[in-house]
């Protein structure tokens, strides 16, 4: 009886304490979002959205940041959305266990937690100087698709794992091929998974500054690009010129929160298409 009343009184000391940690996080979030809320919602007009910057960027709008900014984050995942999915496919369904493999696993690990920068260092190197594709769209996108390509192979792998193995023997005693079970069984069931993390790979190829600032990010232009390797303005890059290279910096404060405001809007709406995306995967599967 006793031990009983320990057991309820630990778990419910644990579930307080996940409750509080929700609470907590909730709330700073609430109070960030707030904040650049509160300071960037007065920089929000048709102007600031459609037109490019004007007068040392201290008026004048976004447009090209945002154009830039869709352009990178979906060259990013046109590039690391196959790669990652064909990697995680041969991980989980092909490839032996075994040394080789763990260690690979170990090294798509370790480059998920690799800072922003080194990819950035990397795409300078490999993509504008050594391949001469100069600072561009094409270079930025194989940069970003380079960094995100460790989450989405990871999600992708644990999506695939995730499906029974009987679907699989299933398929194989009907008659099917081992790529046709992949392709037609275990791939539909782990889309939802594998969109989970295409989905976080689209919001940190939208908001990181670093990489892009080597290999694509132009400091101030007003032409759209008309091809891959033409430079282009970025959102996150836009804000970090705003508060710290500009020269009229405490000018252009509510700017700096309006470009942030609409970076959230940005990344949150891509995020939407996709949970959508998801959500109608999920319902066919169930009917």
Not at 53 to 82: E, Q, R, S
């Amino acid at each position: 009886m006793e031990s009983r009343k320990k057991r309820k009184l630990i778990e419910g000391m644990a579930f307080g304490v996940i409750r509080l940690s929700t609470v907590i996080i909730c709330l700073a979030l609430a109070i960030m979002l707030g904040f650049i809320l509160v300071n960037g919602y007065k920089a929000i007009n048709w102007t600031f959205l459609t037109e490019p910057p004007m007068d040392a960027m201290t008026k004048g709008g976004i447009f090209p940041a945002i154009v830039g900014t869709f352009y990178l984050t979906l060259g990013a995942i046109t590039i690391a959305f196959p790669l990652g999915v064909a990697s995680a496919i041969y991980l989980s369904e092909y490839a032996r266990e075994g040394k080789m493999v763990r260690l690979i696993r170990i090294g798509i690990n370790n480059l998920a937690g690799v800072p922003s920068v080194v990819f950035g260092l990397f795409g300078l190197g490999l993509f504008v100087v050594f391949l001469g594709f100069g600072s561009s769209i094409l270079s930025g996108s194989l940069t970003l698709g380079f960094l995100i390509l460790p989450v989405i192979i990871g999600a992708s792998e644990e999506a695939l794992k995730a499906v029974p193995q009987t679907y699989r023997e299933a398929s194989l005693a009907l008659g099917g091929t081992r790529w046709q079970t992949i392709y037609r069984v275990v791939l539909p069931a782990a889309l939802p998974g594998i969109l989970t993390g295409s989905i976080l790979g689209i919001g940190r190829a939208a908001g990181e500054t670093a990489p892009i600032m080597f290999t694509a990010a132009a400091f101030y232009t007003t032409k759209l690009p008309s091809s891959v390797f033409d430079e282009v303005m970025a959102l996150p890059y836009h804000i970090y010129v705003l508060a710290t290279a500009g020269t009229h910096i405490d000018e252009t404060r509510h700017l700096q929160y309006g470009t942030a405001l609409v970076l959230i809007a940005f990344v949150l709406g891509i995020n939407l298409v996709a949970i959508i995306i998801r959500t109608r995967i999920r319902r066919k599967q169930t009917y």
